[in-house]
């Protein structure tokens, strides 16, 4: 089972004795109803446990240029930038860098053309007359609707909007019975 995330850190401490003892008792609490965070106290303890066996001897000398030599096969063996990567995975793998790098330019130039489908050049802008003669109210109709619509958006907003405001004539009330005394 897993530790709880929260628990942790503070079970890390408490097995290298480095908690207060207010807090190293109420971890002991939840150690006691979560088998995840009891088992990782138990791997955690062990392990600091072997630590402290070990024995450090204290007539170790370091000589000068250890931390120089030492930070060298560092440098060496840290991962190599995404950029020099690349330039590796190119030069092993040329015929599959090839296509890539061509198909590579193609989008480059497709972008960048200002002629490109990509990249349409703007609409020419088209001057609308200020002096508009005044709103005719239509007959509310599809046909009129469309022809208003195929002219000007606004336009048609407009005359919606006029009719929407208008009052309307009631409507007929239609009943079952009416069509039976006709026959």
Not at 73 to 80: N, Q, V
Not at 85 to 104: D, E, I, K, M, Y
Not at 111 to 119: A, E, G, I
Request: with cysteine; glycine share 4%; charged share 15%.
């Amino acid at each position: 089972m897993k530790p709880c995330p929260q628990h942790q850190q503070t079970i890390a401490w408490l097995a290298v004795d480095a908690l207060d003892s207010e807090s190293a008792r109420s971890l002991r609490v939840h150690l006691d109803t979560c088998p995840g965070c009891r088992g990782y106290f138990d791997e955690l303890s062990k392990v600091a446990g072997n630590l402290k066996a070990a024995e450090i001897p204290s007539d170790v000398q370091v000589t000068a240029g250890f931390h120089s030599k030492l930070m060298r096969r560092l440098e060496a063996e840290a991962p190599a930038s995404i950029w020099e990567r690349l330039a590796a995975q190119v030069q092993s793998n040329w015929r599959l860098a090839l296509p890539a790098a061509a198909a590579a330019v193609v989008l480059i130039v497709l972008f960048r053309s200002p002629n490109s489908p990509v990249n349409p050049a703007p609409p020419a802008f088209t001057p609308v007359a200020v002096n508009s003669p005044p709103p005719v109210d239509l007959a509310p109709t599809v046909a009129n609707y469309q022809r208003v619509a195929s002219r000007s958006i606004d336009e048609f907003n407009d005359l919606l909007t006029r009719q929407g405001r208008q009052n309307l004539p009631a409507a007929p009330v239609y009943t079952a019975g009416m069509g039976l005394s006709t026959l």
